[in-house]
T-cell receptor, first 113, second 116 residues
Framework: DGGITQSPKYLFRKEGQNVTLSCEQNLNHDAMYWYRQDPGQGLRLIYYSQIVNDFQKGDIAEGYSVSREKKESFPLTVTSAQKNPTAFYLC????????????FGQGTRLTVV | AQTVTQSQPEMSVQEAETVTLSCTYD???????LFWYKQPPSRQMILVIRQEAYKQQNATENRFSVNFQKAAKSFSLKISDSQLGDTAMYFC?????????????FGQGTILTVHP
């Protein structure tokens, strides 16, 4: 079945450690996105990539990094510079065409302990 | 930059009744899409309905319909014959065309509870 797979579903990190969230899609979509969800704030865009080997900062990129070496994969690294990393992270993808919408993974809940 | 505002943090409705969720947005763009996404307790984001700004006709998907007022920058979602499975958080979202396929600006969300 085609879709977006995020792993792990739950992730715990000690303060000061970097951690990488995985996002893989087999929908053959060109564009991929990372959103952060906090209570009462909706979803905010962290990074996005519209083609392989290219990515752009979103609204809250500080403390995060990404790579896009393959069309199918768009991992997100939460670095120790991110001051408040505990949140729910959603990955999405879409074709680069009109009349379409973004498709989402099931999310990763990151908790800093 | 675009902004999307959902002014109702929580709503509740009785099963089989109708409920309307509000959304307003601000943009200088003329061509864009608006969406309503549903996030049930599983936290999987599910597209409910989509509206193209160039279309005057309001979108409808079964029990879900929108009231799109472009001049007023308003995009409300009406759920008819509410069902227990409609209980979820609902997000209104904006997408600019051409340079921003799939790049969404979300509202804060409205938690909808359907009571039996």
């Amino acid at each position: 079945d085609g879709g977006i797979t995020q792993s792990p579903k739950y992730l715990f990190r000690k303060e000061g450690q970097n951690v990488t969230l995985s996002c893989e899609q087999n929908l053959n979509h060109d564009a991929m996105y990372w959103y952060r969800q906090d209570p009462g704030q909706g979803l905010r865009l962290i990074y996005y990539s519209q083609i392989v080997n290219d990515f752009q900062k979103g609204d809250i990129a500080e403390g995060y990094s990404v790579s896009r070496e393959k069309k199918e994969s768009f991992p997100l690294t939460v670095t120790s510079a991110q001051k408040n990393p505990t949140a729910f992270y959603l990955c999405a993808s879409s074709p680069r065409t009109e009349n379409t919408e973004a498709f989402f993974g099931q999310g990763t809940r990151l908790t800093v302990v | 930059a675009q902004t999307v505002t959902q002014s109702q943090p929580e709503m509740s409705v009785q099963e089989a009744e109708t409920v309307t969720l509000s959304c307003t947005y601000d943009t200088s763009e003329n061509n864009y899409y608006l969406f309503w996404y549903k996030q049930p307790p599983s936290r999987q984001m599910i597209l409910v309905i989509r509206q193209e700004a160039y279309k005057q006709q309001n979108a409808t998907e079964n029990r879900f319909s929108v009231n799109f007022q472009k001049a007023a920058k308003s995009f409300s979602l009406k759920i008819s014959d509410s069902q227990l499975g409609d209980t979820a958080m609902y997000f209104c979202a904006f997408m600019k065309l051409r340079t921003s396929y799939g790049k969404l600006t979300f509202g804060q969300g409205t938690i909808l509870t359907v009571h039996p």
